[in-house]
């Protein structure tokens, strides 16, 4: 997905953040049932990714055909993204499908507990879409059964289910929209997908440090205080012993960075004398 169609994706997902603190696998559930009807009909998703009608129409046909079926937070979240410019047909449904996959991640961080191996929800989730494709990929005969059309989405399901019998419920939400409609993908790759999803939101509660030597226990506890009360939660933080860096320190949070650095600042002297 790109041009266009990446813009209104990203500001999709810029517009459902507000709602993942206290999102529920029900949202999603609704999100996938949209997006199954979007895909079940070429004539809806031409009409919902047509340039020449207005963002306010396409929006209303949305809350027309899902009122009532589904709950207020999905028709807003369709509605919305039928409102938005697409280049082609199906990358709505690429959105709706990233957007329910979102959610389902959303609910897998949001679970306060840390299970008794000591890993957290969405480590747990990538882990479980991991073990449920290895299981895919080492047997043949698994890979026929979950490709084959005249099987049922039921069947498919239960196959699913028992190669991961331990999965969280979120693991289970993705993995039976992944064999239940893979939108003309494998399923693995489909399930690659939502866990590399899971790795990115992950990655925005890690701390990367870059630091010329070891920090004392004392100096990580408090750069460890200071990180967490400037993202309001606790961070994970790896730390980087980078000499090249020459004093200082260089801090990455997702796609943000504070570059404190000796070697960061002699660029930017460097760069301002050319």
């Known amino acids: 997905m790109a041009g266009v169609s990446s813009e209104s994706l990203t500001a999709a997902l810029v517009a459902l953040e507000a709602k993942l603190p206290n999102a529920s696998l029900q949202l999603a559930t609704e999100l996938f049932a949209i997006l199954g009807t979007v895909d079940s009909s070429a004539g809806l998703r031409r009409a919902l990714t047509d340039p020449s009608r207005s963002g306010k129409e396409k929006s209303e046909l949305v809350t027309q055909l899902f009122s009532g079926k589904v709950s207020a937070d999905a028709v807003e979240i369709a509605s919305g993204l039928a409102s938005s410019r697409w280049a082609s047909a199906r990358d709505i449904g690429d959105a709706l499908e990233t957007l329910a996959a979102s959610v389902v991640i959303a609910v897998a961080e949001n679970k306060s507990a840390v299970s008794a191996s000591g890993i957290t929800g969405l480590e747990a989730l990538e882990n479980d879409l991991f073990t449920f494709n290895q299981a895919v990929d080492s047997s043949h005969e698994v890979q026929r059964a979950l490709s084959e059309p005249q ?26 929209q992944a064999v239940s409609q893979p939108r003309g993908l494998k399923v693995t790759k489909l399930v690659s997908r939502f866990a590399e999803l899971a790795a990115k ?12 030597r070891p920090l004392t226990e004392v100096q990580t506890s408090r750069l460890q205080a200071a990180l967490n009360a400037l993202y309001g939660r606790e961070l994970k ?25 000796v070697l960061a600042r002699l660029g930017q002297l460097q760069r301002q004398l050319a």
């Open 237 to 261: 933080i790896n730390m980087n012993v980078d000499p090249a860096l020459i004093g200082g320190i260089r801090v990455q949070i997702g796609d943000e960075v504070v570059d404190a650095s």
């Open 151 to 176: 099987a049922s989405q039921a069947s498919k399901a239960a196959l699913a289910g028992k190669l991961v019998p331990g999965a969280s419920e979120e693991a289970r939400v993705l993995i039976g």
């Open 201 to 212: 939101r992950q990655q925005r509660w890690i701390a990367t440090v870059g630091v010329t």
